[in-house]
């Protein structure tokens, strides 16, 4: 009989093993193929504004230009309320890319979020083929505005497919951002705790944050946009990023060029930027939050969603898009950092 059951189990995983294979191999054929529609569609030109226009809606969402560079990642040791997760401080190269002005808006992220519970299909096959969340137990804005406020409480995993759906709806590629390109779009040239320089007195200009709010998120992009023109990047919001977190930055070398720490596990991983709930100091350009098991603590599914963090209603994301297309793997690793950990 315990051979029996030891055979049993032994059975069981293979056969796991083999649908993870076999999810993997299906999944990495969609990246390629998405690929290929990327590569054959005219670019956007390099260092120019462009909006993009979500085919099948009346919604468009504008990607601003961020030339290539170095900064200081981190925060200084003497910035008032520094963490010691923000150091130490270092030297970052990036590549040019374009950022999303504004957070991903209710308006745009519920055409993909709401396709499994419309029964509806892009009426594309490459497009239909990215997975998409399940419909949601509750109202997922849980009433604080839909048309204009940013896309809340979605995981990591469920912002990536988001990227990915779009990247092949529009023939263009989009992802989260790093970390790093993150911070240094929200710095836009400043080495300030925030963007526009030390005084956080300035801070009710620019940001959504625990003393204006009024305990609830805002319509996108009605603050004053930093310098390279974005808004929310202080407030509103946190916003997700690929990078799992760190309770410290890797310093090899003289200068990091496009850093990534690749994310390995499902939690903790980086949101970026200070909310609606939070106190001045976690909206500083450098400060740093894990993400954590607790913010789906509500969620009474088992098991729990892979596409929803009900108890983050302060969590959403914008996306950036590289000027170089990236190989298949890169796009893959950027789109799937939790299939196999769910």
Not at 269 to 296: H, I, N, Y
Request: aromatic share 12%.
């Amino acid at each position: 009989m315990r051979w029996g059951r030891t055979r049993i189990l032994v059975l069981l995983a293979t056969c796991a093993a083999s649908v993870g294979a076999q999810q993997d191999a299906d999944e990495r054929a969609l990246v390629e193929s998405i690929r290929e529609r990327i590569i054959s569609t005219a670019p956007a030109e390099p260092g120019a504004a462009y909006d993009e226009a979500i085919a099948g809606s009346e919604i468009s969402f504008r990607m601003l230009p961020i030339k290539g560079g170095e900064f200081e990642m981190g925060s200084p040791e003497a910035e008032p309320e520094r963490k010691s997760d923000e150091g130490p401080r270092h030297r970052v190269r990036l590549d040019p890319f374009w950022m999303g002005m504004h957070e991903v808006s209710w308006d745009e992220y519920r055409i993909f979020m709401l396709r499994n519970s419309r029964r509806a299909s892009d009426g594309d096959e490459l497009v239909d083929a990215v997975s998409s969340p399940t419909p949601p137990y509750v109202e997922m804005s849980f009433g604080m505005g839909i048309k204009g406020f940013p896309a809340i409480s979605m995981t990591q995993h469920a912002a990536s497919k988001y990227a990915q759906w779009l990247s092949a709806k529009t023939g263009r590629y989009y992802r989260l951002p790093t970390e790093a390109e993150w911070e240094y779009a929200c710095r836009a040239g400043s080495s300030a705790a925030y963007s526009f320089g030390t005084d956080a007195a300035e801070l009710a200009n620019y940001a959504w944050y625990a003393d204006n709010a009024q305990e609830t998120y805002h319509e996108i992009a009605k603050k004053e946009p930093n310098a390279w023109g974005l808004h929310d990047m202080h407030g509103n919001v946190w916003e997700w990023t690929l990078d799992q977190y760190a309770p410290m930055y890797e310093t090899a070398g003289e200068v990091r060029v496009n850093p990534l720490v690749k994310a390995v596990e499902l939690f903790p991983r980086v949101v970026r930027g200070g909310s609606w709930a939070d106190d001045a100091p976690r909206l500083r350009c450098g400060a740093r939050e894990a993400s954590d098991e607790f913010w789906k603590m509500q969620d009474p599914q088992l098991p729990q969603s892979i596409w929803y963090h009900t108890d983050a209603q302060w969590v959403g994301f914008r996306l950036v898009r590289p000027v170089e297309t990236p190989s298949v793997d890169e796009m893959y690793d950027a789109w799937n950092s939790a299939l196999g950990l769910e």
